[in-house]
């Protein structure tokens, strides 16, 4: 192929050089002038969407315990910086909530692809809250929810068709393909495997899109034998805006 424009999804995040999730992660990626970010969130105690990668909190924060059996407050109080470097003390584990304040000022345009962290932990109402904070922020059509959790994005396609869903995919699975067009899902999340694999070209062929998560090294997307939507990376000051795929 000759050279193209990838967009760039930020995940988590400039979260190579900012503590991932955080409003600071977040507005870097803003300024680096990327075409998305990517997210993840999960419920606390009381039901609050807050946005965190790991079910606990104990490597991202100076806390301990499972994010399901914090109270709001208890992990407001959390500092989610330091951990990274010490610059970004203080750094908090923003809602949703707040993060959709931030992302419908002027000047932000930004695709945000939410990842619905209920594979490990059953989050009783997340779909419904996350459509709910959608809905209220008037962002249907910026959002992707994405999921490795296939009911949970059933839920989401019955609840709110005009979101737009995507599939994670974890290595070569082969069933991914059947998975996500019993869906109506729109995408593919994939490792750079499943792009390399017979399954990424027919992916293609069936009119599925490709974003790969997460490229770190713009030599690991040379010579890929299919076009990819965009890729989700930690460093996006990494990449030129135009890729040799």
Not at 150 to 161: C, G, M, Q
Not at 207 to 213: A, V
């Amino acid at each position: 192929m000759g050279k193209v424009r990838i967009p760039l999804f930020a995940h988590r995040g400039v979260s190579g050089r900012f503590p991932e999730n955080t409003m600071e992660a977040f507005e870097a990626s803003r300024r680096a002038g990327v075409s998305g970010i990517e997210l993840d969130v999960q419920l606390t105690k009381d039901g609050t969407v807050v946005i965190i990668h790991d079910e606990t909190v104990n490597c991202t924060t100076n806390g301990h315990g499972y994010v399901k059996d914090l109270t709001d407050q208890e992990i407001f109080k959390l500092d989610a910086g330091s951990w990274f470097h010490l610059n970004f003390s203080g750094a908090k584990i923003p809602t949703l909530e707040e993060f959709f304040s931030w992302a419908v000022q002027e000047n932000n345009q930004l695709i945000i692809n939410i990842e619905l962290k209920n594979d490990v932990v059953n989050y009783k109402g997340l779909e419904e809250k996350v459509i709910a904070l959608i809905e209220q922020y008037d962002l249907e059509d910026r959002i992707i929810l994405s999921s490795f959790n296939w009911e949970s994005l059933r839920k989401v396609r019955d609840l709110k068709p005009v979101i737009e869903i995507a599939l994670l995919v974890k290595g070569i699975n082969e069933e991914a393909i059947a998975e996500a067009k019993a869906l109506y899902a729109k995408a593919l999340h994939t490792e750079i495997s499943f792009a390399r694999s017979e399954y990424g070209k027919i992916a293609c062929e069936e009119g599925l899109l490709l974003r790969i998560y997460t490229i770190n090294d713009g030599r690991d997307i040379q010579s890929l034998p299919v076009e990819v939507d965009c890729i989700m990376t930690d460093f996006p000051e990494r990449f030129t805006f135009k890729q040799s795929i």
